[in-house]
């Protein structure tokens, strides 16, 4: 569930002004810019948690631009399955993967094996299943959204069929069955790189065309598919400011995310 271009990314400016939840099973929290409002959005990261900062300052994004609370969750339980100093720099759509970087990712990944055992799809699930419970106990939600990115994505797609969320985004995800997209039963909008090896355009296409079907047959739903040219895997939450162009990209996304909660949400 990893490729060269998971471990690639660059910190956001910035520093986070929300705090962790001990409440919520150590979740990121950060309040939304509407007093009173009774929606929320939940943000599923990538391979690297909450050590990664990204998170922490796109959710503050999020909270600011639509109004709403933002949660993190810990879904890692504390041990992400890529330590934050293992990131590399990411590259640009035309800038692929060589022979050696393969060879580098997979030496290297090896120590990462076990991070990927612990949190396999059936675990990450049951603690996000934990999650959502204390949301419903302790908050008063009406409506809840979620967008994951990489890992996340995958897991929003999964989240989508169940009845936690009303409404998701998924960016650049991780490898997903199209059993799954067939499944999905609330509104979605993808975020598609140029190039990538779980996303490639065959992949994105056929997700695309197993929504068309069921809107065409009568028990469709909403949903929006944005490709960003000159981008890779990873782009929409991991930017290196180096590029102008991927930053432009970055910001694209994240306004079409916004954009996405504030209509379906």
């Known amino acids: 569930m990893s490729c060269p271009k998971c471990v690639e990314g660059y910190e956001l400016p910035g520093e986070p002004v929300g705090s ?58 504390g041990r992400p399955i890529i330590p934050l100093d ?43 299943e934990s999650f959502f419970a204390l949301l419903k106990e302790k908050e008063t939600y009406e409506k809840i959204g979620a967008v994951g990115y990489c890992f996340g994505g995958a897991t929003a797609i999964r989240l989508a069929s169940t009845d936690s969320v009303n409404t998701v985004v998924i960016a650049h995800p991780a490898p997903f069955k199209m059993d799954q997209v067939r499944a999905i039963k609330v509104p979605c909008a993808w975020v598609c790189p140029e190039v990538d090896i779980f996303l490639g355009s065959e992949v994105r296409n056929n997700a695309e065309a197993e929504l068309a079907r069921k809107k065409e047959a009568g028990n469709g739903i909403e949903y929006e598919f944005h490709d960003y040219p000159g981008t890779q895997h990873g782009f929409a939450c991991r930017p290196n400011n180096k590029y102008p162009e991927l930053v432009e990209q970055y910001e694209k996304a994240l306004e079409d995310t916004i954009g996405w909660f504030k209509k379906t949400l």
């Open 20 to 77: 962790i939840q001990a409440d919520f099973l150590g979740a990121y929290f950060t309040p939304g810019s509407v007093s009173g409002d009774k929606r929320a959005v939940v943000l599923l990261t990538d391979a690297f948690g909450l050590p990664l900062k990204n998170c922490k300052i796109i959710a503050d994004r999020i909270a600011k631009d639509v109004g709403c609370d933002v949660w993190v969750p810990d879904y890692f339980a």
């Open 86 to 128: 293992a990131m590399n720099m990411p590259d640009k759509a035309e800038q692929r993967a060589t022979v050696l970087d393969w060879i580098k990712f997979v030496f290297n990944g090896i120590p990462a094996i076990p991070g990927f055992i612990r949190n396999r799809a059936s675990v990450v699930d049951a603690r996000l």
